[in-house]
């Protein structure tokens, strides 16, 4: 037998995990690391409303939840606080491609109590989980270092002058909301979102759309 294929530790009852990704592969992938540590039976799904089903029909130990689902960057947030309202103490690990210290803090304020990224090693996956499923708390340790760094004062540029329009749609930006979701809430044009956004990277000196989102921000709260 194999060190993969030894038992657990943790032999006490299966353990059932519903992994919510768009991706087979990683939900795959994340099975194997899963079931090389404790017994368990891993429920797929490949939406947040096949995931809310799927809770609401296992009511399982463990959430494994990916933030973004196609298209929308926050489809995984608005799920965790749906299970929130009805479960306080269900396990949500989120786990995600993305190092956005901002929609981190939106998952961990919205009641997920760990965040990792998804090409983290096995060996932290498995310290993660086992952390939440004994009822603590895990982030990824870059994550965790700049979430810290934006509560770090920095200095607001007197210079940096925004339109309405732009401080909106920087507002909606900082808040992890896509372009897709601006243009439908705001009565604009993806096109202009997109322009506007391009704008603003210039103006706020930002080299990446995460680093626009910190920035955002910082400047509405008035560093």
Known sequence: MTTAEAPSRNTERIRRIVVIDDHPVVVEGWGRIIRSHLPCEIIPAASALEGWRA?????????????????????????????????????????????????????????????INKDSPSEEILTALTEILAGGNYVDSQLATQIALMNVPGKRSTGTRLTAREEEILSMISDGLSYHEIADRACISYKTVSNVSLVLREKLGATSLTDLVVKGIRYFEGF
Request: charged fraction near 25%; charge should be positive.
């Open 55 to 115: 809770w609401r029909r296992m009511r399982p130990d463990l959430m494994v939840i990916d933030l973004t689902l196609g298209d929308n960057k926050i489809a995984g947030i608005k799920l965790i606080d749906r299970l929130r309202l009805l479960d306080l103490n269900l396990p949500i690990l989120v786990f995600t491609m993305h190092r956005s210290p901002v929609l981190a803090r939106r998952a961990l304020h919205a009641g997920a109590n760990g965040i």
